[in-house]
């Protein structure tokens, strides 16, 4: 049987004791303590550990008080960033060097191919490796998320933040290439945003509406790059969705809906998308398969693994491995497919479970 460390048996002994109000194992003697004043009228004194938490509470510093972001107005652009014209499938590192750029960042789109994509030249970038490299290089942070609106990007922008995105690069009747680009102003009169796109360029101009219709088969995928400063008021602009099981909820929520609304592939398939992140595998199956019966997926990268990872969590091996094979056909990036989507798993699971068993989301 393995021992416990000494040390962590003295350290239990004396709460345990501390708690019942006796002496503290292995203290220093009692006159080398601050005294703890008690009222001589206390009947029952309280025990040591009550009195040191009363102590505590009463010398905490008080709460800061709630970011507010400024208010959107009618048009914003970000005033300073370069423009990058992506070399072979930079689409993704172009575009974060266009945000550090807003920033008074200057790094090239070289520096950062291989930490973000790494050295296949074929293979896409995920947002999942930007914030350890913005991190370690420059000393900023990156968050993403799924379920962005066209409302959030505004309040982003007006804010001083660069949001990048992933859509289709051109209308997919024209092209359909995953792309990622950075999001640098709006005008609501014009019912327009302002891009920064690595392959079409400076201040592209792209309605709300297409905007929107060529977001939604990617997720509404967003990320944005920040400094640790302004972590407050990013998560202000963010909300609910900063927390990833309220993002997963609202995700799966939202564009339920807008499949049964909009009966198209794009809103299938992102239905699809988020009951498979929240854990929903059999109505994600049924999704995916409405989506794919409606219009092409060509393109459609993330398709090709939480489909197959949907019908796993069922039990359905041998479907899966049918659809694996089918979709690798579907992209053009050559990206191994994402492993299952462990929350997803423990979501399902929470379910499964009597409504009154606490789970970590709690």
């Given amino acids: 049987m393995r021992r416990r460390p000494a040390a962590l048996l003295t350290l239990a ?61 009618s048009r914003a652009v970000i005033g300073e960033m370069k423009h ?25 789109q070289e520096d950062a191919r291989v930490p973000l994509r790494g050295t296949n030249i074929l293979s896409g970038m995920g947002p999942q ?16 998320r799924n379920n962005g609106t066209n409302d959030l990007l505004r309040r982003l922008v007006a804010n001083g933040f660069a949001p990048m995105v992933t859509q289709w690069m051109q209308d997919p009747s024209v092209s359909r290439i995953a792309h990622w680009r950075v999001v640098r102003g709006y005008d609501d009169a014009q019912s327009t945003f302002f891009v920064n796109d690595p392959m079409l360029g400076h201040m592209v101009p792209l309605s709300y509406q297409w905007f929107q219709n060529n977001w939604q088969p990617f997720s509404y995928r967003y990320l944005v790059i920040y400094e640790p400063k302004d972590e407050a008021l990013l998560r202000a ?7 990833d099981a ?9 564009t339920r809906a807008e499949a049964y609304t909009q009966d198209t592939s794009s809103a299938w398939i992102a239905y699809g998308e988020a009951a498979y992140g929240f854990g929903a595998f ?81």
């Fill in 13 to 73: 002994a004396g709460l345990v004791l501390a708690a019942s109000g006796g002496a503290d194992a292995g203290a220093p003697p009692s006159a080398s303590r601050p005294a703890l004043d008690m009222p001589a009228s206390d009947p029952a004194p309280r025990s040591a550990l009550a009195l040191a938490t009363a102590q505590v509470v009463a010398v905490a510093p008080p709460a800061e008080p709630a970011i507010e972001p400024n208010a959107a107005p």
């Fill in 84 to 108: 990058v014209w992506q070399s072979l499938n930079n689409c993704g590192p172009a575009s974060v060097v266009m945000a550090l750029s807003a920033m008074g960042i200057d790094v090239s």
């Fill in 129 to 144: 490796k930007v914030d350890g490299w913005v991190a370690e290089n420059f000393g900023l942070r990156s968050m993403w």
């Fill in 237 to 243: 602009i963010v909300g609910d969705d900063w927390n």
């Fill in 246 to 254: 309220k993002m997963r909820k609202n995700f799966y929520e939202r």
């Fill in 282 to 362: 059999a109505e994600a199956v049924s999704a995916f398969e409405r989506g794919m019966s409606l219009g092409s997926v060509q393109g459609v990268f993330t398709l090709r693994s939480s489909y197959p990872q949907a019908l796993r969590a069922l039990g359905r091996q041998n479907d899966a491995a049918v659809a694996q094979q089918r979709l690798a056909t579907t992209t053009t990036s050559s990206a191994v497919a994402a492993p299952p989507d462990p929350f997803a798993l423990y979501l399902a699971l929470v379910r499964s479970l009597p409504a009154d068993a606490p789970t970590l989301t709690e």
